[in-house]
């Protein structure tokens, strides 16, 4: 079992920004690929951003590229998102997600644990 926390949503001006931290229990952290998703009020939950258990391979929704990453360290457990030149369509519940194994990344259904989420407001 693994239980996700996910830390450091808040309230931002646009163009500012914030990272988002998930920290992971168990021992098989470094085994897992990671993912982060979202969802708005009133809209589907969405794909943001992932990266792989090794952290080498990562990959990101059209609508954040070049402007968010994730990295991941696995001697802490803990999986990062970074927000930069953050747009009020941005705001949205973040959700961080693991994944034990799978051949995609972005559809939520291969994620096997989810956080409780973390409420990301960018004011405009």
């Known amino acids: 079992q693994v239980q996700l926390v996910e830390s450091g949503g808040g309230l931002v001006q646009a163009g500012g920004s914030l990272r988002l931290s998930c920290a992971a229990s168990?021992?098989?952290?470094?085994?897992?690929?990671m993912g982060w998703f979202r969802q708005a009020p009133g809209k589907e939950r969405e794909f943001v951003i992932a990266?792989?258990?090794?952290?080498?391979?990562?990959y990101y929704a059209d609508s954040v590229k070049g402007r968010f990453t994730i990295s991941r360290d696995n001697a802490k457990n803990t999986v990062y998102l970074q927000m930069n030149s953050l747009k009020f369509e941005d705001t949205a519940v973040y959700y961080c997600?693991?994944?034990?194994?799978?051949?995609?990344?972005?559809?939520?259904?291969?994620?096997?644990?989810w956080g409780q989420g973390t409420q990301v407001t960018v004011s405009s």
């Open positions: 997600a693991a994944s034990l194994g799978g051949s995609t990344y972005d559809t939520g259904i291969e994620y096997d644990y």
């Open positions: 168990g021992r098989i952290f470094s085994s897992l690929t």
């Open positions: 990266i792989s258990w090794s952290g080498g391979s990562t």
